[in-house]
T-cell receptor, first 117, second 116 residues
Framework: KAGVTQTPRYLIKTRGQQVTLSCSPI?????VSWYQQTPGQGLQFLFE???????NKGNFPGRFSGRQFSNSRSEMNVSTLELGDSALYLC????????????????FGPGTRLTVT | AQTVTQSQPEMSVQEAETVTLSCTYD???????LFWYKQPPSRQMILVIR??????QNATENRFSVNFQKAAKSFSLKISDSQLGDAAMYFC?????????????FGTGTRLQVTL
């Protein structure tokens, strides 16, 4: 079974631009979460989607948004990019958002390395 | 809010030896899960082991085991018979088991070096 895929793997953008990152979860997984990883702030939760609905959102400005499609694929968008948005953006998928067996495990993708200049 | 603390930024272990990585957390919840994730230089985050707070028995996965002390809010990872492939960043993570959120709260990580 194919793992979580993220595209693109690397991206360079200029301040003020916007960017869209894509995540395809493992087949059958319906929950997708996004995380931002930076050397200074570590791993921080951005948001989670399940059944095309945002279920939870981290403490990020409104410039960060996302959506999920009916096939569970998810995109996140960052508008008006700032230098501080440079980070590794990780996507994780799981069967469902909650549960006591199996569904708990989140599988991470390889990430998209975003550099803002 | 829940917090996860990893007080060891870097650790080193010789091949075949045993190393323990520390993690403490703070929460007012009673039902939650704890995880150790490994992130090798390739950057793909991999689940190493998980512990359910309502289970008193410490989780074990081959060479990896945890020491879960719920009262002390401590969750350490022991790696036995260390191998070169164990070199990576290790993150301790917490997830509550209420509601529908899958949010993981991560510690700052411990970089593990494995030497010959």
């Amino acid at each position: 079974k194919a793992g979580v895929t993220q595209t693109p793997r690397y991206l360079i953008k200029t301040r003020g631009q916007q960017v869209t990152l894509s995540c395809s979860p493992i087949s059958g997984h319906r929950s997708v979460s996004w995380y931002q990883q930076t050397p200074g702030q570590g791993l921080q939760f951005l948001f989670e989607y399940f059944s095309e609905t945002q279920r939870n959102k981290g403490n990020f400005p409104g410039r960060f948004s996302g959506r999920q499609f009916s096939n569970s694929r998810s995109e996140m968008n960052v508008s008006t990019l700032e230098l501080g948005d440079s980070a590794l953006y990780l996507c994780a998928s799981s069967l469902f958002p909650q549960g006591r067996t199996g569904a708990l495990e989140q599988y991470f993708g390889p990430g998209t390395r975003l550099t803002v200049t | 809010a829940q917090t996860v603390t990893q007080s060891q930024p870097e650790m080193s272990v010789q091949e075949a030896e045993t190393v323990t990585l520390s993690c403490t957390y703070d929460t007012s919840e009673s039902d939650y899960y704890l995880f150790w994730y490994k992130q090798p230089p390739s950057r793909q985050m991999i689940l190493v082991i998980r512990q359910e707070a309502y289970k008193q028995q410490n989780a074990t996965e081959n060479r990896f085991s945890v020491n879960f002390q719920k009262a002390a809010k401590s969750f350490s990872l022991k790696i036995s018979d260390s191998q070169l492939g164990d070199a990576a960043m290790y993150f301790c993570a917490y997830r509550r088991n209420t509601g529908t959120a899958s949010k993981l709260t991560f510690g700052t990580g411990t970089r593990l070096q494995v030497t010959l």
